[in-house]
């Protein structure tokens, strides 16, 4: 089984970072940092980020 590329990250202010656990670099979400956003966003983009790679 191969090891899920992008995990989530709680920043300070209760936000969420979606990160590239293999680089530990914030997710390119088309065009657009995946940072500062609310955990229902921030878990629905890791699953697509995942299903796309």
């Given at each position: ?30 065009g657009a940092p995946a ?10 983009l890791v699953g697509l980020r995942t299903a796309?790679?």
């Amino acid at each position: 089984m191969a090891q899920q590329r992008y995990d989530l990250r709680q920043e300070p202010g209760r936000s969420w970072t979606v990160f590239d656990v293999f680089t530990g670099l914030t997710a390119d979400a088309w065009g657009a940092p995946a940072e500062g956003l609310d955990m229902g966003h921030a878990d629905d983009l890791v699953g697509l980020r995942t299903a796309l790679t």
